[in-house]
């Protein structure tokens, strides 16, 4: 088995306890999590060879950061350590019912804002990887950042890889002067997958979608044709999957997902989640999901398996999905119901 190799930044996250405001009470909750590292320790739970590259800091919170990711089987091996830079990080207040979660961000001069490309040797780190995974978040944080992102995508599309990219748009990061479209749209001429939401098309690719879920509007069909436009415009995407959240309150949530692929257009089953833990990483376990699912299933089963998995994963606090495949293959079976298992 080849590995997956995902590339991104890694944070501390700081989180308020339980459902309180910043700074109600005087703690804030540690653990690390990222986009890229996210998707990297789900698959390697789910039982795929998963590595994880970066650039962290040589000092103790950077161990802390690698430590975390290798614990749960990840390869860290091509992690660059520098002397320069920091760990970014992210504090998190979790809303409730009508009040919505915040995130705050702190990473300007993390070290792979300021990695340079050629600190990595993607001929050497990708050739044991059938497949690339980055998302749009961290091309957002700085022109380097973006170019070592292109330079992966670039030399995997030369090595015959499978590349994915899930667009994860973040108003509050594209703030070095270049627009997402800029940036993202180059990108994704070298992606064979591309996972999104209606609104990380628009503001990512540019691609007009003839939907507003805020008014209900949630017609397959026109996700169909939303997925087509990006097809149209990128020829080389294989596969689009656009996930559907009704965002009900905080902490009810509807969730499904569609994709186009070479198959065919497939559709999901609907998960209601009444009662969400931490929704934070729910589009990364997706991701993860839909990775696993392409290399071992078919298109169908691969869909209702990242719905499956991100649906799981809003019931564990933290980044990380912490589910294994017999967990969501119970789930697809209709084993939802949370009673005890003795």
């Avoid at 700081?14 to 990297?40: D, I, M, W, Y």
């Avoid at 990711?69 to 990080?89: F, P, Q």
Wanted: net charge negative; glycine share 10%.
């Amino acid at each position: 088995m080849k590995y997956v190799t995902t590339f991104g930044e890694i944070m501390l996250r700081l989180k308020s306890p339980h459902h309180e405001r910043f700074f109600q009470s005087p703690a804030l909750e540690a653990t690390f999590g990222g986009g890229e590292a996210n998707v990297a320790v789900s698959l390697s739970l789910l039982g795929d060879k998963a590595r994880f590259v970066t650039a962290l800091p040589k000092d103790a919170i950077g161990d802390g950061a690698v430590s975390e990711v290798r614990k749960h089987g990840v390869d860290t091996a091509s992690i660059v350590r520098t002397d320069e830079g920091r760990v970014g990080i992210y504090f998190l207040e979790t809303g409730a019912n009508q009040r919505p979660s915040k995130v705050v961000y702190d990473r300007a001069g993390s070290a792979i804002a300021i990695a340079e490309s050629s600190l990595f040797d993607w001929a050497a780190i990708l050739k044991d990887s059938d497949w690339l995974h980055i998302t749009g978040i961290t091309p957002a944080i700085s022109q380097s950042a973006a170019d070592c992102a292109l330079a992966a995508m670039k030399a995997a599309k030369e090595l015959g890889l499978t590349v994915s990219i899930d667009l994860n748009y973040r108003k509050k990061l594209w703030k070095y002067g270049k627009s997402a479209p800029e940036v993202m749209g180059g990108l994704t001429k070298y992606a064979d997958v591309v996972i999104a939401n209606e609104e990380d098309i628009q503001k990512c690719l540019g691609i007009e979608a003839d939907v507003d879920v805020t008014k209900g509007e949630l017609s397959d069909s026109v996700y169909e044709q939303l997925a087509k436009k990006v097809q149209l415009q990128y020829p080389n995407v294989r596969n689009v999957a656009i996930t559907l959240r009704e965002s009900i309150s905080a902490d009810r949530n509807g969730w499904r997902a569609v994709l186009l692929g070479e198959k065919g257009f497939h559709v999901s089953p609907r998960y209601a989640i009444d009662d969400i833990i931490d929704r934070v990483g729910g589009g990364d376990s997706f991701s993860a999901g839909l990775i696993f699912g392409l290399r071992h299933m078919e298109e169908q089963e691969a869909l209702r398996f990242a719905v499956a998995a991100s649906c799981l994963k809003h019931s564990i606090g933290g980044d990380f999905n912490l589910t294994t495949r017999s967990e969501v293959e119970s789930l697809m079976k209709g084993d939802g119901s949370g009673r005890v298992q003795r």
